[in-house]
Nanobody, 115 residues
Framework: QVQLVESGGGLAQPGGSLRLSCVAS????????MGWYRQAPGNEREFVAR???????TYVDSVKGRFTISRDNAKNTVYLQMNSLKPEDTAVYYC?????????WGQGTQVTVSS
């Protein structure tokens, strides 16, 4: 069974940056669109960004121009570079296939944006 492991979260000040990583336990990213999702307290999990096999990207409007998704298929890793962070970006961030999440969800990585 594929396991997804997210990392790179933490505490950041407004305007700061973080880089998230997601690694799969097997060569599971090849040929798949991948995405980042997030869930804030009291809210449902929501889509943040996705990347196609050829590198095309799509973002939710609230993060456009601030977040960048990328992938390294050789390392079976997906990244999310987050700049100009805002308090409303506070959430647990997850990766999975996109636009439909096929794999079991990982534990996620907590991102907290606060001064």
């Amino acid at each position: 069974q594929v396991q997804l492991v997210e990392s790179g979260g933490g505490l950041a000040q407004p305007g700061g940056s973080l880089r998230l990583s997601c690694v799969a336990s097997r060569n599971s990213f090849s040929g798949r669109w991948m995405g980042w999702y997030r869930q804030a307290p009291g809210n449902e999990r929501e889509f943040v960004a996705r990347i196609t096999t050829s590198g095309g990207t799509t973002y939710v409007d609230s993060v456009k121009g601030r977040f960048t998704i990328s992938r390294d298929n050789a390392k079976n890793t997906v990244y999310l570079q987050m700049n100009s962070l805002k308090p409303e970006d506070t959430a647990v961030y997850y990766c999975n296939t996109a636009p439909i999440a096929y794999f079991p969800w990982g534990q996620g990585t907590q991102v907290t944006v606060s001064s």
